[in-house]
């Protein structure tokens, strides 16, 4: 069985007295997320976390990790693979997709980015995330 291990980060914004998260879109599977990717050598969670928003997006972020949600799923057969998700708060909004990654990039309303996500855990990620902003 081949382990794998990503983390990424539900990124929000304060917009108009709303809270926004960040979702991408995957060239690959089409499904809108969040930014999130493969550790790295000897990476800690929190910079792997911080880079990978970096590079597919652009946006710079403070990270909390004392939110800390993890997602185990077998993606393809003999591989099992665990992505941990933090929260972090974007310091610019203005974002640039990794052009061989990502199709697109949009903030959405957090409680509108249920109906946007393609996975029950994605949603329940984003149900605990709202909770921890608020």
């Keep these: 069985m081949l382990h794998e291990k990503s983390c990424g980060a539900i990124v929000y914004r304060k917009y108009h007295g709303n809270t926004e998260i ?3 879109k995957h060239i690959n599977s ?3 997320s969040f930014p999130k990717g493969h550790v790295e050598g000897d990476e ?4 792997t976390a911080k880079r990978e928003i970096l590079e597919e997006t652009g946006i710079e972020v403070n990270l909390d990790p004392t939110f ?3 997602v185990s799923y077998s993606p393809k057969k003999d591989t099992q693979k665990v992505v941990v998700y933090f929260i972090a708060k974007a310091k610019n909004t203005d974002y640039v997709p990794q052009e061989d990654e990502i199709a697109e990039i949009k903030w959405v309303e ?3 980015a249920g109906s946007v996500l393609a996975y029950d855990n994605d949603r329940s990620i984003v149900n605990k995330a709202k909770k921890f902003i608020r």
């Design 44 to 47: 800690t969670e929190v910079e």
């Design 22 to 24: 960040l979702l991408i």
């Design 110 to 112: 957090i409680d509108r």
């Design 68 to 70: 800390r949600e993890t």
């Design 30 to 32: 089409g499904h809108w």
